[in-house]
């Protein structure tokens, strides 16, 4: 998933970045553009001329964009060659001097707000692995079905007396802990469509099946995604690849099978990020990725089943 974003992402996010991104190394903390996600959010009208500039230097183009000192300062710019001015030129070693003036850093209204993790420090600025500046959005489609045994009745929790819940759980490839399907929303992407095409891809396997195999595994999907669902959890997500500049947002949603019967006509494949795929009874003893147990719990919660052996602990909640 790191790595659809960091594709996808690229292009839009690189170049709006470099046109409005600068920051001070002293502050201790990069101030960052508000317009971070694409350059028609941000309002940039690229001309042609323009756009030639950033594939190779055209004579007298991007000149005063190099000249030193910066306005109002003192401070060099690295020097940047005219035939390593655009874009789609490679230059590893390409490191540009980092500045903002104090004036901005003050906060005036005209300015930016400095954008930061609203949950607090992290111990890392930049990106990561995250493809945006403040908040990456994702998607987490919870699938569950109640357990049953062989002749099709409910399975209850010899204890709690609760039906057991399970859901759809995937073990990913980057660190292998298991998690729940999810995945990023692509720029433009509803969220219903982020969490039908995440859990296809990921639990089902559909990139790799035949065109005639997508289209009846989308006839299914659609039998399960177009029923009525729980949204478990719109916000924040402490997630492993946050950062102060970058973090993780996330919309969980339960989609759930009360007969089994659409989840029955669907085999489980590990694809995409997934390393495997399989059915797990949902309780306290589950150890999942990033917050994906506290979203499992709640769940359980709305759902009305098994969670733990201990009853006071099933009465209360996050």
């Known amino acids: 998933m790191a790595g659809r974003i960091l594709g996808k992402t690229l292009a839009t996010v690189s170049l709006s970045v470099a046109l409005a991104y600068?920051?001070?190394?002293?502050?201790?903390?990069?101030?960052?553009?508000?317009?971070?996600?694409?350059?028609?959010?941000c309002g940039f009208h690229l001309n042609s001329k323009i756009m030639s500039a950033s594939n190779g230097a055209k004579e007298?183009?991007?000149?005063?964009?190099?000249?030193?000192?910066?306005?109002?300062?003192k401070v060099q710019r690295s020097q940047v060659p005219n035939e390593k001015v655009g874009w789609l030129v490679e230059w590893q070693d390409y490191n540009p001097v980092e500045y903002t003036a104090l004036s901005v850093?003050?906060?005036?209204?005209?300015?930016?707000?400095q954008i930061r993790n609203p949950a607090g420090?992290?111990?890392?600025?930049?990106?990561?692995?995250?493809?945006?500046?403040?908040?990456?959005?994702?998607?987490?489609?919870?699938?569950?079905?109640?357990?049953?045994?062989?002749t099709g009745n409910k399975?209850?929790?010899?204890?709690?007396?609760?039906?057991?819940?399970?859901?759809?759980?995937?073990?990913?490839?980057?660190?292998?802990e298991w998690a729940i399907p999810g995945g990023m929303v692509d720029p433009?992407?509803?969220?219903?469509?982020?969490?039908k095409r995440e859990f296809g891809e990921e639990a089902l396997n559909s990139l790799q099946k035949s065109s005639a195999e997508k289209r009846k595994l989308e006839e299914q999907?659609?039998?399960?995604?177009?029923?009525?669902?729980?949204?478990?959890?719109?916000?924040?997500?402490?997630?492993?690849?946050?950062?102060?500049?970058?973090?993780?947002?996330?919309?969980?949603?339960?989609?759930?099978?009360?007969?089994?019967?659409?989840?029955?006509?669907?085999?489980?494949?590990a694809g995409d990020d997934a390393g495997k795929v399989k059915w797990v009874d949902i309780s306290d003893k589950l150890k999942l990725y990033a917050s994906h147990s506290q979203f499992i719990k709640l769940v359980a919660e709305k759902r009305d089943a098994h969670w733990s052996e201990d009853s006071e602990a099933d009465c209360h909640g996050l």
């Open 155 to 176: 399975i209850t929790h010899p204890i709690s007396g609760k039906n057991i819940l399970q859901f759809v759980a995937i073990k990913r490839k980057d660190c292998g």
């Open 221 to 269: 999907l659609h039998k399960l995604f177009s029923q009525e669902h729980l949204v478990i959890y719109k916000g924040y997500v402490d997630d492993p690849r946050n950062t102060d500049n970058a973090w993780m947002e996330t919309e969980a949603v339960n989609y759930h099978d009360e007969t089994g019967e659409i989840m029955d006509n669907l085999t489980l494949e």
């Open 105 to 113: 850093l003050a906060g005036p209204r005209w300015a930016d707000p």
């Open 121 to 150: 420090r992290t111990g890392l600025v930049g990106r990561g692995l995250l493809g945006r500046w403040g908040p990456n959005h994702a998607a987490d489609p919870i699938i569950t079905r109640w357990k049953r045994d062989k």
């Open 188 to 195: 433009g992407e509803k969220i219903s469509a982020t969490l």
């Open 22 to 41: 600068v920051t001070v190394k002293s502050s201790g903390f990069r101030s960052l553009p508000e317009c971070r996600n694409s350059l028609s959010s």
């Open 60 to 73: 007298n183009s991007h000149n005063k964009a190099r000249t030193s000192p910066y306005p109002g300062s």
